[in-house]
């Protein structure tokens, strides 16, 4: 998956070019969380929408560049968008909300089967549905194990993340979700000096997965 066809001038126009859609998109699903989900808190205050926007932006234009102008392309915009609100939500409210974490999960799905249809990636496509289902078991087993450790929204967001990192590779399903526990391990450590009598089990989960993957799937050829 290799940026081809385009000049090596076009290749910064193009990555902002989507870095600004992810500008735009930004607002618009906080608009429509806002409106559907308003048991989740409605519109956040200016700051952290700006906040949010800008870190769209930037992972759109990182996918840009890592996908150009390919057909999954459009399957990493949606994780950026839905993801980055996900990350939000987890931290302010430490939930990360079941009608979103499916909308990833299904949108992710449709927009990786669109962009394979009359292709010969299908195995990929396969790979990344078994990667949902590994990653989401492993989670679960945490959880079971250790259910002050691990909360059931961390377990439903592994499924989305897993189908991403399913399908760029077994390689990256596997750095990625160890990624995300030592990113963690950090915020905690992190959390803790800030605030001592906070648990750990406090600290959101989510937002860690989500770098992870980010970063598993923009660095990882």
């Not at 079971?144 to 059931?152: D, E, K, R, Y």
Request: aromatic share 10%; with cysteine.
């Amino acid at each position: 998956m290799t940026f081809t066809g385009y000049a090596g001038s076009t290749v910064p126009l193009f990555a902002a070019g989507i870095g600004l859609l992810g500008l735009i998109l930004s607002p618009v699903v906080e608009l429509l969380i806002a409106r559907l989900l308003p048991r989740f808190g409605g519109l956040p205050v200016t700051r952290v929408r700006i906040t949010t926007a800008a870190i769209t932006g930037v992972l759109c234009s990182a996918f840009a560049y890592r996908f150009g102008a390919e057909p999954t392309l459009a399957a990493f915009v949606l994780l950026a968008v839905v993801g980055v609100q996900l990350a939000r939500i987890d931290i302010s409210l430490h939930l990360l909300p079941n009608p979103l974490v499916m909308s990833l999960l299904v949108g992710g799905f449709a927009c990786l089967l669109l962009a394979n249809i009359g292709g010969s990636q299908w195995t990929e496509l396969l790979r990344g549905v078994a990667g949902a289902g590994i990653l989401f078991f492993f989670y679960l087993i945490l959880a079971l194990i250790s259910p002050s450790g691990m909360g059931m929204g961390d377990v439903k967001f592994a499924a989305p993340i897993g189908l991403y990192l399913g399908y760029l590779g077994w390689s990256h399903l596997l750095y990625g979700g160890l990624l995300g526990f030592v990113l963690n391990g950090f915020v905690t450590i992190l959390a803790l000096r800030r605030n001592r009598s906070e648990p750990a089990s406090e600290v959101p989960h989510g937002p860690s997965m989500l770098l992870a993957a980010a970063g598993i799937a923009v660095f990882t050829p």
